[in-house]
């Protein structure tokens, strides 16, 4: 597979006009994909949901899943720093080595509809994920990725068995919480995948900070309020003309 892949150079190429000024298309389309994403995960350290290089980012371009490399700083990430794989994991574009957390996002992108996937260490979540099953129903922002936000088992990660505690954490729903490890999100495009990432990290800061009131406990929404919520905040924002 390796004399098939390309450098990603050759992509920034192509998309800046080094083999068709002017042309847009796959090559334009994957460069300004990458540059989302590296901007993107760079979000996720200023916004203190990961520190160092842990976390990960993910968008899929047709058949090809652009990822963040392993153990790479996201600062130090260049626009000829590209990596892609193909939906069975083979690289098919760089030569940095993908995520170690590969199979998390590969199985997102098999099993849903998903274009983007973020991965995060968020603090507050992460707490969450050691203390309950599923993360109370705080707010009903949880109807935005669905409903109750589960809590993967925890799994070795990097493994099939992470990859698939994930999944079942994820039916019917767009997010969830990874048991002792953090959280994982996916959406129509990054913006979307990051918006419920944050989202996330703030219901389980305000379940926290709420349950920490000594003698008193929170008051909890219950499941039809969250998809009432749910349904109305699908037509929420402004409508595309």
């Not at 959280?183 to 305000?206: F, K, N, P």
């Amino acid at each position: 597979m390796a004399e098939q892949r390309r450098d990603a150079r050759d992509v920034r190429e192509d998309a800046q006009g080094g083999r068709g000024r002017g042309a847009p298309g796959a090559a334009g389309e994957m460069a300004a994909a990458w540059d989302e994403l590296v901007a993107t995960a760079r979000r996720t350290v200023s916004d203190g949901l990961v520190v160092g290089t842990s976390g990960n980012v993910s968008v899929r371009v047709g058949d090809t899943v652009l990822v963040t490399p392993t153990g790479v700083p996201y600062e130090r990430l260049t626009p000829g720093d590209a990596v892609g794989v193909d939906l069975d994991g083979r690289q098919v574009l760089g030569s940095l080595r993908p995520t170690s957390e590969l199979p998390m996002h590969l199985a997102v992108y098999r099993t849903t509809g998903a274009r983007a996937v973020v991965h995060t260490h968020a603090v507050h979540a992460t707490a969450v994920s050691t203390l309950v099953r599923e993360l109370p129903l705080i707010h009903y922002m949880a109807g935005a990725v669905g409903g109750a936000v589960r809590v993967a088992p925890y799994a070795t990660y990097g493994t099939p068995e992470l990859a698939e505690n994930m999944l079942r954490a994820l039916t019917d729903r767009t997010a969830c919480l990874l048991q002792n490890h953090g959280t994982i999100a996916h959406g129509a495009s990054l913006a979307e995948a990051y918006d419920r990432t944050a989202q996330l990290e703030w219901m389980c800061r305000v379940w926290l900070t709420a349950s920490s009131v000594p003698g008193l406990s929170p008051t909890l929404l219950t499941p039809e309020q969250v998809a009432e919520a749910g349904e109305r905040l699908r037509g929420y924002g402004q409508r595309r003309k």
